[in-house]
């Protein structure tokens, strides 16, 4: 199994990228994908995720009304929509994938079995 993240990259504050997670390897259809990220001297946190059949999404509260989280089953790739950006969002941004997870558990990182290797995002003020 492999995910590829993309589309990292510096951006001032307020402005937006578009985070792809191309997924490979398996069949996701049973999978939640989700997006976590890492600052500098922090803890990874939870940022945004979905399950890939039937779109239920959940986001961390820093992150509602600015992040859209999407699937393209066609192209077995998850996107991290991020608008209004600002500096406090700098991190390594990292997709994962877990099976079957129940909702409460989406932010739950721990429970993903593969992870990506990481997408830079700069934002500055």
């Known amino acids: 199994v492999q995910l590829q993240a993309s589309g990292g990259g510096l951006v001032q504050a307020g402005g937006s990228l578009r985070l792809s997670c191309k997924a490979s390897g398996r069949t996701f259809s049973n999978y939640v994908m989700g997006w976590f990220r890492q600052a500098p001297g922090k803890e990874r946190e939870f940022v945004a995720a979905?399950?890939?059949?039937?779109?239920?999404?959940r986001y961390t509260d820093s992150v509602k009304g600015r992040f859209t989280i999407s699937k393209d089953t066609a192209k077995n790739t998850v996107y991290l929509q991020m608008n209004s950006l600002k500096p406090e969002d700098t991190a390594v941004y990292y997709c994962?994938?877990?099976?079957?997870?129940?909702?409460?558990?989406?932010?739950?990182?721990?429970?993903?079995?593969?992870w990506g290797q990481g997408t830079l995002v700069t934002v500055s003020s």
């Open positions: 979905i399950r890939w059949s039937g779109g239920t999404t």
């Open positions: 994962a994938a877990a099976p079957s997870l129940i909702h409460s558990d989406f932010d739950q990182g721990n429970r993903y079995d593969y």
